[in-house]
């Protein structure tokens, strides 16, 4: 199947928007989240800078650490001396911290998330492994666990080391910046979701509000144009996270559309300089989303049951769910006792066609359902059966007994008859 028949600016330029070419992101993909089906990529495997989209790591592993117990979405940071420098520089994104100030491990998602704090990264990176260089070593065996073969974090925050002297790893080079691919981040974002679903409660606003009540409030409106009620909205948009650098603007989307949930990165949109980029690159990745979803669909193919597939009757015990073409009958493969759609696609690594057991079915099987289903028909047909002799048997009943009383009075009254003829004689 065809993922990519143009570009995506030619899409965006085909609902009316003139673009110019710089535009054109570097590389760009769109996966359905269950399936790792691939429904649109352009140059997936380009290397490129995350930026900020790299703070999305450190969150993965808090949420892991939580997971393992070793602190809570309310546990409380402090602001010391060393996250007071990082929040003063202005080569990096940042919150205004001020000293006096604690931050729950929930209130530093958001504040990486929108404003994308670096001192804030830090403040959950040192929670969770003080030592710099043991962080990024967490950092690259987290990413060649979800199968990221050509990412490699340098840092935290997505800038070259040299921006964060003396924070920096030691055994890192200055000028060192963290690498990755669309289709590595493809593969974080669709684990992330999958398995902290928590996630979207902190990317899917387009306003939030910290510290709200207290002198250390702040208010942010995201970057992610597209989440539902920011300036490019698309309906059912609920994360995640942007990234920007030198080099142009990226950002990670994920959507919900009733069973079908798309995520999709976009990178290399334009150059820094060109600061309309940070809202075109969501007018062009808002373009291919909406198609993605026009074109395709994650629903039931195959309920559980019997069923006649190439002229085979087969028994499935699990319902088949797959991302297939909008409004489009499918066909069905039998290979080792599964059974899977018809159709030639791509997916992510480490995804495969989805695919359900099959037995052969019950020799006395109908279409009208399973075996189980027979034998209660059949139970029911024969209580009926019953039921209907047993009416049959007290009506049969009733007329003997009305037979009987009928006899009686004949007697009776041929007695009487008998009896006035004596009195006669």
Not at 139 to 159: C, D, Q
């Amino acid at each position: 199947m065809e993922v990519r028949a143009e570009r995506a600016i030619d899409i965006a330029r085909s609902n009316g928007n003139q673009l110019e070419e710089r535009y054109q992101p570097a590389g760009s993909i769109i996966v359905e989240i269950n399936t790792g089906q691939v429904l649109w990529q352009e140059n997936p495997q380009i290397s490129w800078e995350p930026a900020s989209m790299s703070k999305l790591m450190t969150i993965l592993l808090a949420y892991d650490a939580i997971q393992e117990g070793k602190f809570s979405l309310n546990t409380q940071v402090s602001v010391t001396d060393k996250y007071l420098d990082i929040a003063s520089r202005y080569s990096l994104s940042n919150n205004k911290m001020l000293a006096g100030a604690t931050y729950t491990v929930a209130e530093l998602f958001d504040l990486i998330i929108v404003p994308s704090s670096a001192a804030a990264t830090y403040m959950l990176a040192d929670l969770i492994e003080p030592d710099p260089d043991k962080f990024v070593t967490l950092l690259n065996e987290r990413a060649a666990s979800i199968g990221m073969k050509n990412t490699r974090y340098y840092n935290p925050v997505g800038v070259p080391n040299k921006l964060l002297i003396p924070y920096q790893p030691v055994n890192a080079s200055l000028t060192d910046v963290n690498v990755t691919t669309p289709e590595d981040y493809a593969l974080l974002c669709c684990y992330f979701v999958k398995t902290y679903p928590d996630i979207l409660n902190h990317t899917k606003y387009p306003k939030i509000v910290v510290k709200e009540g207290t002198p250390y409030e702040e208010k942010f409106d995201t970057y992610q144009y597209s989440i539902e009620g920011a300036k490019y909205s698309l309906k059912g948009t609920d994360g995640l996270k942007t990234g920007s650098n030198q080099n142009g603007f990226n950002y990670s989307s994920t959507a919900l559309r009733g069973n079908t949930r798309l995520v999709e990165i976009v990178m290399g949109v334009s150059k820094w300089e060109d600061q309309a980029g940070e809202e075109i690159r969501h007018v062009i990745g808002n373009a291919i989303m909406e198609q993605a979803f026009q074109n395709f669909e994650y629903r039931k193919v195959l309920k559980k049951g019997i069923h006649t597939i190439n002229d085979k009757k087969i028994e499935i015990k699990k319902d088949l769910w797959d991302c297939v073409p909008q409004n489009t009958d499918v066909s069905f493969n039998l290979d080792n006792g599964k059974v899977s759609v018809n159709l030639k696609r791509e997916f992510l690594p480490g995804y495969q066609t989805p695919a359900v057991s099959y037995e052969a079915a019950p020799i006395f099987s109908g279409s009208a359902g399973s075996w189980s289903t027979i034998v209660i028909k059949v139970l029911l047909l024969i209580i009926m059966i019953l039921l209907l002799l047993g009416c049959l048997r007290f009506y049969y009943v009733l007329l003997q007994r009305k037979k009987l009383r009928k006899r009686r009075m004949e007697r009776r009254k041929l007695q009487n008859t008998r009896s006035l003829h004596d009195k006669d004689h």
